[in-house]
Nanobody, 124 residues
């Protein structure tokens, strides 16, 4: 299984970016997809997650109201629309797919598939 994340880059504070992640290599059914991020020297942090149908979404407190997660029609693709970006949003963003026990924590995805990450840098 491979997850390919894209869309990261350098952006000024207040700007917007859209991350994409596509999973391939097997057929997923009823799988959640999510985004986590990790800043230098910090632990990996939950950003957002979405259920298979898209009917349930979850957001970390630090991004609530600014970020929006969605799934593509193919269901194996997830997007993260990031608005009003702040320097503290600077991190490597990782996507994940699977069947989490708790989609809001890293430990909730113990046997799932993670992408390699895409770097987002927000300048002040």
């Amino acid at each position: 299984v491979q997850l390919q994340a894209s869309g990261g880059g350098l952006i000024q504070a207040g700007g917007s970016l859209r991350l994409s992640c596509a999973a391939s290599g097997r057929t997923f059914s009823s799988a959640f997809m999510g985004w986590f991020r990790q800043a230098p020297g910090k632990e990996r942090e939950f950003v957002a997650a979405i259920s298979w149908s898209g009917g349930s979404t979850y957001y970390g407190n630090s991004v609530k109201g600014r970020f929006t997660i969605s799934r593509g029609n193919a269901k194996n693709t997830v997007y993260l629309e990031m608005n009003s970006l702040k320097p503290e949003d600077t991190a490597v963003y990782y996507c994940v797919i699977g069947s989490p026990s708790d989609p809001t924590v890293v430990a909730g995805w113990p046997r799932d598939y993670w992408g390699q990450g895409t770097l987002v840098t927000v300048s002040s």
